[in-house]
């Protein structure tokens, strides 16, 4: 979480209130003339309740469609390291934003090509485009119908050995991965503790489970020890029974915060009190280890001492899906009673071929050092970039080693400005507002590529550094640079804003 200063926390909350306030005035104005209007409503019309209501609404239409600029922008390239992003205007007060037909040349700073497979790649373009003349982009079938193809099976097999798990079995969606497979491994009668931070798919699967949910403090051992202790000496509700079976879920990089589970002590934690571990890899297998399996490499846990493995093919390896990772017959058991397994088109083959020759170049088994090269290369831009931030005095979360870096921006007013700005320098980042964090915990978050250069990494920081001391977002003390690097610095300044001026 954020480290949130006084003054921080006082300016937000009156920037709110001052929001809401003008929000509820506007409101109450809007259904004194909807009331007006209500007579002249055709009769089909009349009687219906509204399908948009309720504070999600209200937050759309008054905070939201304010600075939805911000958010949802297309681009007309692959998300390499840099990306074309397309400019749009709007004509009124920005409810519906129109292309303009251009576009902005960008350094890409959002998406989560991890590992920079989702460009253009030697060794699997040329894979992948073959397996869509064999394959087609579709099976247009359920993998128990037709939709299993020999690239399938091949997949499931190169993810399993490569986790370090005996089998697996792969779905067309990431998201549905986490929401279908946990209600299918617990029901009615069984417990969930999750984190507190995980993502919205588990909490889905979770609710969608029938099963009793805990929630226990983010990346805290002791507390998940306590919440364990409590609910197994409470038994299951009303008639105190044991519970039928206890399932314990984290992640292995937090994607809203960049921070790495503990993962060894919650491990011990659940070995103490015989429960079951489901861990959550989307952000962290490719990303994390020194050869890329995640944060059980990093970490050094046993895979073994892990029941079932999540992870998805979207981020590191420059394709789409997910995976779990299990014992045998836990993966059979899937096959037969999982609704994505058995009711949803399987993965696109092309999508299949492209994570097959990722996992491979990881595995240094295309013949080159490249893989090697990629996971050394993540793991040295992400921990300069995080440090250089740092050192300028922004509130940066995460662990080292983690691509993910989210920079606190907490003010309503700064989240737009700090967007907007950066895209006028050529930069797409991604800004997170509430539903997707807390209201008050705004902030960007930055991805890091191993495709990145120092180059892209300086300008990148260059850029950040002039909007932070613009808008105020530096919440710490700047260390202090040295006599040569403030002036190298003052000379790139000068130079971006002679190139701002020219831009103008």
Same mark, same amino acid.
């Given at each position: ?13 009156? /920037? ?5 306030? !003008?929000?509820? +005035?506007? #409101?109450?104005?809007? &259904?004194? @003339?909807?009331? %007006? ?103 247009? /079938? ?5 939709? !299993?193809?020999? +690239?399938? #099976?091949?997949?499931? &097999?190169? @993810?399993?050995? %490569? ?342």
């Amino acid at each position: 979480m954020g480290r949130m200063g006084f003054t921080s926390l006082v300016t937000t909350l009156i /920037s709110y209130t001052i929001i809401f306030f !003008t929000a509820q +005035l506007r #409101e109450r104005f809007r &259904n004194i @003339i909807n009331w %007006f209007k209500s007579e002249s409503l055709k009769p089909e019309e009349k009687g219906y309740a509204p399908l948009c209501s309720g504070l999600e609404d209200f937050y759309t239409r008054r905070m939201y469609l304010r600075i939805q600029d911000c958010f949802n922008r297309p681009i007309t390239s692959a998300p390499k390291t840099w990306i074309d992003v397309v400019r749009r205007c709007s004509t009124d007060n920005n409810s519906i934003l129109n292309p303009t037909g251009e576009t902005i040349r960008c350094l890409n700073l959002g998406s989560y090509n991890y590992l920079g497979f989702a460009g253009h790649d030697d060794y699997c373009t040329p894979r992948v485009i073959e397996s869509l003349k064999t394959y087609s982009p579709s099976t247009s /079938s359920v993998r128990v119908d037709g939709g !299993t193809t020999i +690239l399938h #099976e091949e997949l499931e &097999n190169e @993810i399993a050995r %490569f986790i370090g798990k005996p089998a697996a079995v792969v779905f067309g969606m990431g998201y549905a991965t986490n929401s279908a497979i946990i209600p299918s491994i617990i029901s009615k009668g069984g417990l969930i503790i999750s984190d507190s931070l995980n993502h919205n798919s588990i909490i889905n699967g979770a609710r969608g489970s029938g099963a009793s949910v805990e929630v226990f403090q983010h990346n805290n051992p002791s507390h998940l020890e306590e919440v364990l202790r409590k609910q197994i000496a409470k038994g299951q509700s009303r008639l105190h029974r044991p519970w039928k079976k206890i399932l314990v879920i984290v992640e292995g990089i937090y994607s809203m915060e960049g921070e790495i589970c503990n993962l060894p002590e919650i491990v011990s934690v659940c070995k103490k009190y015989k429960a079951h571990v489901y861990l959550d890899e989307a952000h962290s297998v490719g990303a994390l280890g020194k050869s890329g399996r995640g944060v059980c490499d990093l970490l050094g846990v046993d895979p073994e001492d892990v029941d079932i493995m999540m992870g998805t093919f979207t981020k590191s390896f420059g394709s789409c899906g997910g995976y779990i990772a299990a014992s045998k017959e836990i993966i059979q058991y899937l096959k037969y009673i999982c609704p994505a397994h058995l009711y949803a088109t399987s993965m696109s083959p092309p999508a299949v071929q492209q994570a097959i020759s990722a996992l491979r170049v990881i595995s240094g088994e295309d013949g080159s050092n490249r893989g090697a090269q990629k996971l050394a290369r993540i793991r040295e831009n992400s921990n300069f970039f995080r440090s250089e931030l740092q050192k300028m005095g922004f509130d940066v979360l995460g662990d080292n080693d983690s691509p993910v870096m989210p920079i606190m921006l907490y003010n309503p007013a700064k989240m737009p400005a700090f967007s907007r700005q950066c895209l006028q320098h050529n930069l797409a980042v991604v800004t997170v507002a509430f539903p997707a964090t807390p209201l008050l915990l705004s902030r960007a978050r930055i991805c890091i590529s191993a495709a990145h250069t120092r180059e892209d990494l300086n300008k990148a920081l260059m850029i950040i550094g002039k909007i932070g001391d613009r808008i105020d977002i530096k919440y710490f003390p700047a260390e202090p640079k040295k006599t040569s690097q403030v002036t190298t610095d003052k000379k790139a300044i000068c130079n971006l804003c002679e190139k701002d001026q020219i831009q103008v």
